[in-house]
């Protein structure tokens, strides 16, 4: 079946580094991909939604100049953390909208614990 | 707006037990119904889901009933095991492969 792989899976990092964040489709091509957020023993936040080879559309809320998106390819789009803080700290998940044969609307990747220190 | 509301957690079973996590939706049109489950560490896995009024969807166990009168989709399970403890979210679209709206979650907590 469809997969998505998220990497890294843990990040810890110092205050102030920037942090990439990889999201692939593995077996097929993903035209839509999606970033949430989700703090400790809450909800997922839509972020943003990236379209392959068009600037990402933001969420109400979210800092475009922080949070920098990547969708060059039909099976890669990058999450980019500039200059992290610790409230920057979370658990992000990628998602990749699936075919419209497909059983599911979105698969999702394993997440990225991120720790700014 | 689409909106989803579950009941809070965490839920505490003892193997075996019956199990229902209550969920309740707020949407324009007919929208897709959706639970997904967490693991520890791990993204979100499809569980189950249904399309349209009064589909049943079932997985592993689990069912859950698109109710359009009662706007509900709760999940049911008749016997729960230690390894379903985890978070399990349920979810809409307003088309099946439109922008998914999640509730808060519900932690379920499985004793053996």
């Known amino acids: 079946g469809a997969v998505v792989s998220q990497h890294p899976s843990r990040v810890i990092c110092k205050s102030g580094t920037s942090v990439k964040i990889e999201c692939r489709s593995l077996d097929f091509q993903a035209t839509t991909m999606f970033w949430y957020r989700q703090f400790p023993k809450q909800s997922l936040m839509l972020m943003a939604t990236?379209?392959?080879?068009?600037?990402?559309?933001?969420e109400q809320g979210v800092e475009k100049d922080k949070f920098l998106i990547n969708h060059a390819s039909l099976t890669l789009s990058t999450l980019t953390v500039t200059s992290a803080h610790p409230e920057d700290s979370s658990f992000y998940i990628c998602s990749a909208r699936g075919e419209e044969t497909d059983y599911q609307p979105q698969h999702f990747g394993d997440g990225t614990r991120l720790s700014i220190l | 707006g689409n909106s989803v509301t579950q009941m809070e957690g965490p839920v505490t079973l003892s193997e075996e037990a019956f199990l229902t996590i209550n969920c309740t939706y707020t949407a324009t049109g007919y929208p897709s119904l959706f639970w997904y489950v967490q693991y520890p560490g791990e993204g979100l896995q499809l569980l189950l889901k249904a399309t349209k009024a009064d589909d049943k969807g079932s997985n592993k166990g689990f069912e859950a009933t698109y109710r359009k009168e009662t706007t509900s989709f709760h999940l049911e399970k008749g016997s729960v095991q230690v390894s379903d403890s985890a978070v399990y979210f349920c979810a809409l679209s307003d088309r099946v492969y439109s922008t998914l709206t999640f509730g808060k979650g519900t932690m379920l907590l499985v004793s053996p």
């Open positions: 990236s379209n392959e080879g068009s600037k990402a559309t933001y």
